[in-house]
């Protein structure tokens, strides 16, 4: 027997059953559930820093839109927030790399 304890998408259970294989698992509360998202992100995002690959961004995606919903959002509301951050506060394209910043506010005279 493998242990997950783990939050996984709704076709994996049928998936594992044609497989030949008996799947234990529950639904999750709403509360239990937004952890499991959260700690779900976390492992998609670990998975897409070891490989880079497209197919982890897609998860990646998947866990945010799924967090969206569960949280009351939708994808056009964080497209809305996603766009308006961008034109006040930019985007990332240029490439900037911020290696301090000097304050001569505090500097002693």
């Known amino acids: 027997m493998i242990l997950y304890n783990k939050l996984v998408r709704d076709n994996i259970p049928d998936i ?3 497989s030949g294989k008996t799947p234990a698992f529950h639904t999750l509360s709403e509360n239990e559930y937004l ?23 897609a998860d990646i995606l998947e866990v945010i839109y799924a967090i ?14 996603r766009k308006a951050k961008a034109e006040k506060r930019g985007s990332f394209a240029n490439r ?4 301090n910043v000097e304050d001569s506010s505090s500097e002693v005279e």
């Not at 952890?35 to 961004?57: I, M």
């Not at 900037?96 to 290696?99: A, C, N, T």
């Open 35 to 57: 952890t499991e998202l959260d700690r779900k992100l976390s492992e998609e995002c670990a998975e897409y820093l070891a490989d880079k690959s497209l197919e982890e961004l």
């Open 16 to 18: 594992i059953q044609k």
């Open 68 to 81: 969206c919903d569960a949280r009351g959002y939708s994808t056009s509301e964080l497209e809305s927030c």
């Open 96 to 99: 900037i790399y911020l290696e």
